[in-house]
């Protein structure tokens, strides 16, 4: 083992008696199972095939301790846009963890018309059965040891169940702030359940410190049920000496609409893993995302969607913008069972290098096993179309506002899809703030 994997065992050891639901059997017996699991597998490396590009056990040398949660009063001043001011202006309900804790005096999550909410921390001793069974699911994180360590290290999170029919008329904005001076490793874990024929909008925002080496492992679990329509946007904005490890698991339900988007343009190291599985027939879910990576930033996507049932549609529309000597990485796989007649999987991931020295590692996957199917997959990277570039010059425009023009444009697909007005110019203005960021610089 190394010591990073020796340090986390003994950190959970030390940290265990102060974890919520500490003395409740399912709870313990859960947190028990994710650090054997741990314990076998230690942190994921480069001979793994999921994790080929991301050689976790090497890049991770050092695990700061867990965060502790004190209440506080206000949040740090920021100077510009970044995730957790892009939607300040828009009516939405809003939901603050500070390093990790969620903070209620700074939220105003109550009383949602529709909504039932559980703050997994100040709830544990009186959890509805729907919460204990999404938290007790210790199958959800075999062979993934990230989630086996959020789920064994698990401080703090929200339950949110969308009940059957409500149309939740805002979004709600889960808004993950790290602050302070001194490295630390921040657990959150997530569950979401929209009932039947419900509709509803979730925001995750993830901001931090820009020279702070802090670990952020966030893990959210989200159940679509029949007739449901729900759209997702999570926007990684981390300060750039930090590690963002993320795990989201969707099971979308019959005649079910989803739609979640991620832009990525925070964090030294991210990886962001997505699964995909269908409780029912004639369901339509995309998953989409953007990427903004400069410096020595690595971001890592992994995505599978795997169709068990017939009649369903899939869509992985993802864009990557690479400049300095970034890294990105995609791994895409859509997988049809025997069973899953009728299926309509597509996947699209496009790169755009604004630097000889950036790299894009793309792997798109599809496994067929069944013959009555509409399948497809495509990869391409490159540089700015010179073309473009010339005729935009020839008209009078600046050659670095050229550039910005077609890196927007090649970046605004994905965006361009969110309905809610706000929420698209405040993803918009996001990455603008990025162009603003890269000129300062250079």
């Known amino acids: 083992m190394t010591a990073a994997e020796k340090t986390l065992i003994d950190q959970f050891g030390e940290a265990r008696e102060n974890l919520p639901g500490n003395g409740e059997a399912w709870m313990d017996d859960a947190r028990s199972s994710a650090i054997r699991t741990f314990e076998k597998n230690?942190?994921?490396?480069?001979?793994?095939?999921?994790?080929?590009?991301?050689?976790?056990?090497?890049?991770?040398?050092?695990?700061p301790a867990p965060a502790t949660g004190t209440?506080?009063?206000?949040?740090?001043?920021?100077?510009?846009?970044?995730?957790?001011?892009?939607?300040?202006?828009?009516?939405?309900?809003?939901?603050?963890?500070?390093?990790?804790?969620?903070?209620?005096?700074?939220?105003?999550?109550?009383?949602?018309?529709?909504?039932?909410?559980v703050n997994l921390r100040g709830?544990?001793?009186?959890?509805?059965?729907?919460?204990?069974?999404?938290?007790?699911?210790?199958?959800?994180?075999?062979?993934?040891?990230?989630?086996?360590?959020?789920?064994?290290?698990?401080?703090?999170?929200?339950?949110?169940?969308?009940?059957?029919?409500?149309?939740?008329?805002?979004?709600?904005?889960?808004?993950?702030?790290?602050?302070?001076?001194?490295?630390?490793?921040?657990?959150?874990?997530?569950?979401?359940?929209?009932?039947?024929?419900?509709?509803?909008?979730?925001?995750?925002?993830?901001?931090?410190p820009r020279d702070v080496a802090y670990v952020v492992n966030a893990a959210t679990q989200i159940t679509v049920e029949e007739g449901a329509r729900f759209t997702r946007i999570k926007v990684q904005d981390e300060g750039l000496d930090?590690?963002?490890?993320?795990?989201?698991?969707?099971?979308?339900?019959?005649?079910?609409?989803?739609?979640?988007?991620?832009?990525?343009?925070?964090?030294?190291?991210?990886?962001?893993?997505?699964?995909?599985?269908?409780?029912?027939?004639?369901?339509?879910?995309?998953?989409?995302?953007?990427?903004?990576?400069?410096g020595k930033q690595h971001g890592d996507t992994t995505l599978c969607i795997t169709h068990s049932l017939p009649s369903s549609n899939s869509r992985q529309e993802f864009k990557t913008v690479l400049d300095d000597y970034a890294r990105g990485i995609f791994q895409g796989c859509v997988i049809v069972k025997p069973h899953a007649q009728k299926t309509d999987g597509r996947q699209m991931t496009q790169a755009l290098l604004l630097s000889p020295n950036a790299e894009m590692d793309a792997k798109p996957e599809l496994e067929i096993y069944a013959d009555d199917v509409e399948c497809a997959h495509g990869a391409t990277a490159g540089d700015l179309d010179e073309e473009y570039l010339f005729y935009l010059r020839a008209r009078g425009i600046p050659e670095a506002k050229a550039k910005a023009l077609l890196v927007a444009a090649f970046v605004a697909e994905p965006l361009e899809k969110i309905e809610h007005e706000g929420l698209r110019e405040g993803l918009f203005q996001l990455t603008n703030a990025w162009f603003d960021r890269r000129k300062g610089e250079a």
Not at 46 to 55: F, I, N, Q
Not at 151 to 173: E, M, N, S, V
Not at 251 to 278: M, Q
């Open 242 to 294: 930090a590690f963002h490890l993320a795990n989201m698991q969707i099971t979308a339900g019959e005649n079910t609409r989803c739609h979640d988007l991620t832009l990525t343009l925070g964090a030294r190291v991210s990886r962001n893993e997505v699964n995909v599985g269908f409780s029912g027939e004639n369901a339509d879910v995309t998953i989409a995302g953007a990427s903004m990576l400069a």
């Open 42 to 63: 230690g942190l994921p490396h480069r001979r793994l095939e999921r994790w080929k590009y991301t050689d976790l056990r090497a890049m991770l040398g050092q695990i």
């Open 71 to 117: 209440p506080v009063s206000d949040l740090p001043d920021h100077d510009g846009i970044n995730a957790h001011t892009a939607f300040a202006s828009i009516e939405r309900y809003h939901g603050v963890f500070v390093n990790g804790y969620f903070q209620p005096q700074l939220s105003n999550l109550e009383d949602i018309e529709g909504v039932e909410i």
């Open 123 to 208: 709830n544990f001793n009186n959890f509805p059965d729907w919460v204990k069974a999404g938290l007790g699911n210790t199958s959800v994180f075999e062979g993934n040891a990230v989630l086996a360590l959020n789920t064994a290290f698990a401080a703090d999170g929200i339950a949110l169940r969308i009940k059957a029919g409500a149309t939740i008329d805002k979004p709600i904005h889960l808004d993950y702030v790290t602050t302070g001076d001194e490295a630390a490793t921040i657990s959150v874990r997530n569950l979401i359940i929209v009932e039947k024929g419900a509709q509803a909008t979730l925001v995750e925002t993830f901001t931090g």
